[in-house]
């Protein structure tokens, strides 16, 4: 056995030998004992980047088998890459917990159920073969369970962690399913194989004679969006804050963006996929819409939070299904990092608020009381064209100087189509900051935006030549993704008009300054929102209904 | 007549309502021994006389397995007595067994998927009666807090749970699998649905006895020996789910 392959065992073994010694050591090092626990997160950590260090370096790819049906790991770019920001999260996270936890009761307990979680975590990335992944994918449901509900006092954070549990059983089964089918189309268990032999027959039909590579594809695409909190499947998200703050890290920042991993593993299945990418395009879209409405109408900051990591995961998946798979889990990435950060400071926001609640004060207040100028106003039709027009600019020549055949993939517009939206929004927020000098604002936004986007297409660029270094793979994913060229032009078109015309409005509005009180339909629409649909009470009334219906047959049938 | 043989066996391998024999025996049997001797044993019978009976399972006894395993699995979530729960759980995955027999798996792997069922039901029968015996029922929902009340006593029932609703890596997860994986399709998607209601009822379960405060009061926790015990059957069950995945999957 070589050294990569020694390496590749070894950084999912660590967390797990780190949770077995602070288990039996737990009862004599006392407190002491996550230092075992962050010693083994710093090994892993360091053996990731060695691993990634090796790809870099550029190692073949490879599969450690271990001479069984099951049991075998990758290495590749995805799973080093993926292994390097688990190992990295997992360890910001424990250095966090020493001391957070420290007054917790069940401190052992919960690093060793956080060792676990890495290392099932770890395993999931690297998986070569159907049962190890399922086997992963599974352990992640039930130890996240057990770590929310770390406090086993409360039952409310028990409550909350049976809806996450649920939800991703719920999700397990058609990756199950999945599993199944292609055993009984390839006679194997290894994903290599299965690559290999999808790439040989892409027409390969199954039961019912249904396309294989869809019926596989739909399957994993419904499990990634159990996993990822598509919408209808996300009520889990937003209300598991009552665990403990390094676990709703960990879960926010890796575990969520599971979804987008699990479907860029399988990108030499959906690359053959006629119509399933179209799909996951919608439900990403139609989540990462709903899952922003609904950030934006929350009161409490917690399922704010909650609902701007669902817009997120929408808006990853949505990227997979316009065939940008790499941009995805560069998204992933960014998006781990970021809300890590966001949930491992909020102790010292929630400190910081304690000295100043943060709340703007208002024009006559700052003009009267801190002698400060009123803001000045730009007219809103200049203001509104410099919004429009400047981020599609520095999005086209960015995107223009790595990839000059740009416009031959719909999905890279409609990326572009979303840099612009929010490139714009950005600008339409400075309309309405309070600065002395706005052109001065304007400006250095104008520049961040620009250093923003040239850094992103070049990262994505970069992680598109590393994870799928074949360009023909690349156009596959990209083809099997599209949709008929007028259609597309009509969606797209149409989409921009509803998009500038809500700006205008929202100008108008402003300038306006607020005008008439909003009517009686949109009062009803915000309490809709505000409620959260109700999707929260119909899940509710039917698990009851449910529960009552169980306990009714055990009535009937009491004797056996 | 073939078919009256198959309902025999459906006493066995419970096919609804002849699996209420199994169901009412076990609530009325108070022996301890003889109730691990019943849970171990009962499958096996039917595996047996299945196994020594001529004619080919037919394909509507697969449905009415499946409808069966389906309904004590639904039952299973308003079920709040542990002992009853338990005997609905191992109604529910032995009825199961007719999807695997009906495929033509050997009858040594049948036999160990029933005993990967039968083992860890039998940890939780010990479990409920230890639960009586401090509170005098072993009941869900009705006391609450076992987590830190009697934290040994806990860990050991979570993971027994774990291991009779078919968690990874224990024999029944690989039993869940295999059965699947010689399904129709159909079925299998039935099948996928039960295991679904299992962890659903697990979580019931666990959560009616291990969450909430702790009250004040003396209560025995399981000796170090014995949870080193259970710990030992535990990681034997583990390690024979590798084993007869390895070799069989």
Redesign the interface.
């Known amino acids: 056995m070589n050294i990569v392959h020694q390496l590749v065992i070894i950084l999912p073994s660590l967390p797990l030998v780190s949770a077995l010694l602070t288990h039996l050591l737990g009862g004599t090092l006392g407190r002491r004992v996550s230092r075992i626990s962050v010693a083994g997160g710093v090994a892993s950590f360091l053996v990731a980047a060695i691993l990634l260090g090796l790809v870099l370096s550029g190692r073949e790819v490879s599969h450690v088998a271990a001479g069984t049906s099951w049991g075998s790991l990758l290495f590749d770019p995805l799973s080093v890459l993926m292994g390097l920001l688990i190992a990295g999260i997992s360890l910001l996270v424990r250095v966090y917990s020493v001391r957070y936890m420290a007054e917790e009761a069940g401190y052992g307990r919960f690093f060793v159920l956080l060792d676990l979680m890495t290392a099932a975590l770890l395993i999931m990335v690297a998986a070569g073969d159907l049962i190890t992944l399922l086997i992963a994918w599974h352990l992640i449901g039930v130890l996240l369970y057990f770590l929310l509900g770390q406090d086993t006092r409360s039952k409310s954070a028990y409550r909350y962690s049976f809806w996450t549990f649920i939800t991703y059983r719920f999700g397990d089964l058609p990756l199950v399913l999945a599993a199944a089918v292609l055993f009984h189309t390839f006679h194997t268990w290894s994903l290599p194989e299965i690559f290999a032999a999808v790439a040989a027959d892409p027409d390969t039909t199954t039961f019912f004679d249904l396309p294989v590579y869809e019926v596989v594809g739909a399957l994993i695409a419904m499990s990634a969006f159990a996993r990822s909190a598509q919408f209808l499947l996300h009520t889990w998200l937003p209300y598991t804050m009552d665990g403990p703050t390094p676990v709703s890290a960990l879960m926010h920042a890796g575990i969520v963006n599971a979804g987008g991993f699990l479907i860029n593993r399988f990108a030499p299945v959906f690359a053959y996929t006629d119509n399933v990418l179209h799909w996951v395009f919608i439900v990403g879209v139609f989540t990462a819409v709903i899952g922003s409405v609904l950030m934006l109408s929350q009161h409490d900051i917690k399922k704010s939070l909650g609902y701007s990591t669902m817009g997120q995961m929408g808006f990853m998946i949505m990227e997979c299904g316009v065939g940008a798979f790499s941009l995805a889990i560069f998204h992933l990435i960014a998006h781990g990092l970021f809300k890590g950060t966001l949930f491992l400071s909020a102790g010292g926001i929630i400190g910081e608020a304690r000295h100043d609640d943060g709340v703007p004060k208002d024009d006559l207040y700052t003009f009267i009381i801190e002698r400060r100028p009123a803001r000045n106003r730009q007219p809103w039709l200049l203001m509104a064209g410099i919004t429009l027009a400047i981020p599609v600019l520095v999005l086209l020549l960015s995107h223009l100087l790595v990839a000059p055949n740009l416009f031959q993939k719909q999905g890279a517009i409609i990326l572009l189509f979303f840099g612009w939206v929010t490139g714009a929004q950005l600008l339409f927020a400075t309309y309405n900051m309070r600065s002395e000098n706005p052109w001065r604002l304007v400006a250095l936004i104008v520049f961040s935006f620009t250093i923003v986007v040239i850094g992103y297409t070049l990262i994505s660029h970069a992680f598109d030549v590393f994870l799928y270094p074949d360009p023909d793979f690349g156009t596959r994913l990209y083809k099997a993704a599209g949709i008929d060229f007028g259609w597309f032009v009509i969606l797209v078109v149409f989409a921009s008009a509803v998009i500038v015309l809500g700006w205008l409005r929202a100008y108008y509005t402003e300038r306006s300054q607020g005008g008439r009180s909003p009517s009686h339909w949109w009062r009803n629409f915000y309490v809709l929102v505000w409620r959260e649909f109700h999707i929260l009470d119909i899940y509710t009334g039917l698990t009851r209904s449910l529960l009552a219906a169980s306990a009714r047959v055990n009535v009937w049938l009491r004797w056996g | 007549m073939a078919d009256l043989g198959f309902m025999f066996i459906g006493l066995f391998l419970p096919l609804f309502p002849f ?6 025996v076990l ?1 009325r049997t108070s022996q301890p021994l003889l109730r691990w001797v019943l849970l171990l044993a009962w499958p096996q019978i039917g595996l047996w006389t299945l196994s020594a009976h001529a004619g080919a399972i037919p394909s509507w006894l697969v449905i009415w397995a499946l409808a069966t395993s389906l ?1 004590y699995a ?6 709040r007595e542990m002992g009853r729960w338990t ?1 609905f759980l191992a109604t529910s995955a032995w009825a199961l067994l007719w999807l695997p027999s009906y495929a033509g798996l050997p009858a040594s792997q049948l036999w160990s998927f029933a005993a990967g069922f039968s083992v860890p039901l039998v940890f939780l029968t010990l479990l409920a009666q230890e639960l009586e015996r401090q509170y005098g029922a072993a009941y869900t929902g009705l006391y609450g ?1 076992l ?2 009340r009697i934290p040994r006593f ?1 860990g050991v029932l ?1 993971i027994s749970v ?1 291991a009779a609703t078919a ?3 224990f024999p029944t ?1 690989f039993a869940m ?1 295999h059965s ?2 010689v399904s ?2 159909l079925p ?2 039935g099948l ?2 039960i ?2 209601i299992w ?2 009822a697990a ?1 019931r379960l666990l ?1 009616g006895l ?5 009250e004040p009061r003396p209560e025995l926790d399981l000796g170090i020996g014995t949870t080193w015990g259970y710990a030992a059957g535990l990681v034997g069950l583990l390690v024979a789910g590798l084993i007869l ?3 069989r ?1």
Request: proline residues 6%; positive net charge; aromatic residues 10%.
């Open positions: 699996s209420m024999v199994f169901n009412a609530a309904l639904f039952r299973l979530l308003a079920m005997g807090g987590a830190r806990a979570v774990l968690t990874p890596l997860f699998l699947l994986i129709q399709p299998a998607v996928a649905g295991w679904l962890s659903w979580a959560q291990i969450v909430g405060p702790a995945s390895g070799s999957l």
